[in-house]
């Protein structure tokens, strides 16, 4: 497909009766050999889905039909998505979404993986599009972005710079920001009165330890709120601020803009109230050993029953809320079994002389602080491989309220329309721990 020039894209936006509007940060690339660039970014394989938001009228677009699998155009401007759909009318991998990338549901994505993300961003709504879709839990794995410079220098700052604050912590607790090239306002029409910037973005691979990323957004709210206050009076009371910094090394005088990335995580843990915040499984506890009858046999300690695949007693309780939706949990990274995958809301064993429901009742509150919800049986398993050697039950529940999850353990928590599930499971079955597969299609399937 032959690359537009910056004469046709304008003679396009004519033609559909475009008028770039400065409110909504409208700003058209217009250089084919900077939007080939910056398309090269991205690395794509044939293997690869490409979420595009604010496509315009292509210039970017155009050079990833036939190199990617799929390829998923995201404008808010209708009559730009109808210049879309129009253009690539016959193109079996493109779908054009008129939508607002702002508040695009994200969680219609997770079936497309391997994903990646490319935009250049409106610049009046480039933030609110960043937060909503690159924020945790995401399935990107590489984006490559065009913003305001000022913008891309705020997501990569460092402690003790102006640009460091909310924007840079909340953006690098998740993803490694590289700045790339600066991007000239004659590349653009109309001419923006700044200069623009290209970055790529990298899941963060650094060792951090698991934290609550919902108090962690809250801590460094507080703590930027007013940058020139000093953090001990804006950080909540308990734990005392003398002892907390002098655990942590710090001096008590200092200033958010002062901590890096590292420690405010660990800041984040020593605030965190949750007693198995630190506990992603305990092998030492003891649990019933049963036989292929579900009658009990003898005990064990959960290290020996995984080890030697003996057969042992769990729940699932699978939660929906009032509009039907099914509530996942990713599992964290350090749970010895399908760590990192999807799995039914709450899990867990039967420990020695417990019964099914009193379990699930307990696991409800362990893991998702969920309470007085009296949780009905809707399906049982027999212990097979599939279920990891477990005689399972299935409970439902229903609820609509907060979430307080153990970092440890969960590494996140969203609500799923079960059609969603349905056809992400059917697409990528590898993303689910192997019992939540089984229970899906005991009680969903």
């Not at 559909?16 to 080939?36: E, T």
């Not at 212990?383 to 153990?406: D, K």
């Not at 970092?407 to 059609?419: K, L, M, Q, S, T």
Request: some cysteine; proline content about 7%.
């Amino acid at each position: 497909m032959p690359l537009m020039t910056g004469r046709e894209i304008r003679d396009v936006l004519d033609a559909a009766g475009v008028l770039p509007s400065k409110q909504l940060g409208q700003n058209f690339l217009i250089d084919p050999n900077l939007a080939r660039w910056i398309v090269a970014q991205l690395e794509v394989t044939a293997a690869d889905a490409v979420v595009e938001v604010g496509p315009g009228t292509g210039s970017l677009s155009e050079q990833l039909v036939g190199k990617v699998r799929r390829l998923i155009l995201i404008e808010w401007d209708a009559r730009l998505a109808g210049v879309l759909r129009e253009r690539f009318r016959g193109e079996a991998s493109v779908e054009v979404q008129h939508a607002d990338g702002a508040k695009f549901d994200g969680r219609t994505l997770f079936k497309h993986r391997p994903l990646k993300f490319l935009g250049n961003l409106p610049y009046a709504s480039g933030g609110a599009i960043l937060k909503n879709l690159l924020s945790r839990p995401h399935p990107f794995e590489r984006a490559v972005i065009m913003l305001q410079a000022e913008v891309i220098a705020r997501l990569a700052a460092t402690p003790g710079t102006k640009d460091y604050g909310v924007l840079s912590l909340r953006t690098q607790a998740n993803w490694r920001v590289e700045p790339l090239r600066s991007v000239p306002p004659e590349a653009f029409y109309p001419r923006p009165t700044i200069d623009s910037r290209v970055a790529v973005l990298r899941p963060q691979t650094a060792e951090l330890p698991t934290f609550d990323a919902r108090l962690f957004d809250e801590l460094i709210r507080r703590g930027f709120a007013q940058r020139r206050k000093q953090l001990k009076k804006q950080m909540p009371p308990q734990p005392a601020w003398d002892t907390l910094t002098s655990r942590l090394g710090l001096a008590t005088t200092v200033r958010g803009e002062e901590l890096t990335l590292a420690q405010w995580i660990e800041l984040t843990r020593h605030y965190d109230p949750h007693p198995l915040k630190d506990l992603p499984q305990n092998a030492a506890e003891i649990l019933d050993v049963v036989d292929a009858h579900d009658q009990v046999i003898g005990t064990a300690t959960r290290a020996q029953v995984h080890a030697k695949s003996l057969l042992h007693r769990a729940v699932h309780v699978h939660v929906y809320n009032p509009h039907g939706d099914l509530l996942l949990q990713q599992r964290s990274r350090l749970k010895d079994v399908h760590p990192g995958r999807w799995d039914s809301s709450v899990a867990g064993h039967l420990e020695a002389g417990e019964t099914y429901l009193t379990a699930a009742t307990r696991e409800l509150d362990e893991e998702m602080g969920i309470r007085e919800v009296v949780p009905e049986e809707v399906a049982r398993l027999n212990a097979c491989a599939a279920t990891g050697w477990e005689h399972v039950r299935v409970y439902r529940a229903c609820y609509e309220g907060p979430l307080h999850f153990p970092c440890a353990e969960i590494e996140a928590a969203v609500w799923f329309p079960p059609a969603e599930i349905a056809a992400w499971m059917s697409a990528r079955p590898a993303d689910f721990a192997a019992g939540f597969l089984a229970c899906w299609q005991a009680h969903a399937g």
